[in-house]
């Protein structure tokens, strides 16, 4: 019973945050997509930092890096094909952009879960993919 409901609470989590990613994008919704850009690479950050000091497990960290490069690539596919507003078409395909590099960036890390040096030379360029989307949510 409890992996029913288990179950039955994670589709409809996927389906609810599947919606979340449709529609045109106007500003409100760049605001919200670039913070959730942001948010996906400090959390890549934080586990690139814990890998590299060795404070991270092998699973988890291959897991939860997979996880977050995969919604990070979700992002960048929904912002390139989704219809825009106009006058952030730049500011959406610039997110669309970002969000396609952080996917990239984690899924090093996800290939990579125990290499300390890997880890280390994502920690920079993902702080500054957080930089960037917070400035593209502004």
Do not use: W
Not at 4 to 25: D, I, K, Q
Not at 57 to 68: G, M, N, P
Not at 84 to 94: A, L, N
């Amino acid at each position: 019973m409890i992996v029913v409901t288990y179950r039955l609470g994670l589709a409809l989590l996927v389906f609810v945050l599947a919606g979340c990613n449709g529609g045109t994008v106007d500003r409100h919704a760049l605001k919200r997509d670039a913070e959730k850009v942001g948010s996906l690479a400090t959390e890549g950050e934080l586990l690139a930092n814990d890998v590299s000091k060795g404070a991270s497990t092998e699973a988890f960290a291959r897991v939860h890096a997979k996880e977050l490069a995969g919604a990070a690539f979700d992002l960048a596919r929904s912002l390139a094909k989704r219809p825009t507003s106009r006058g952030i078409e730049s500011d959406v395909r610039k997110l669309s952009k970002l969000a396609g590099k952080v996917s990239k960036e984690l899924e090093q890390l996800h290939l990579h879960p125990t290499d300390r040096a890997v880890a280390k030379s994502l920690e920079k360029p993902l702080q500054d993919d957080a930089d960037a989307a917070d400035s593209l949510a502004k």
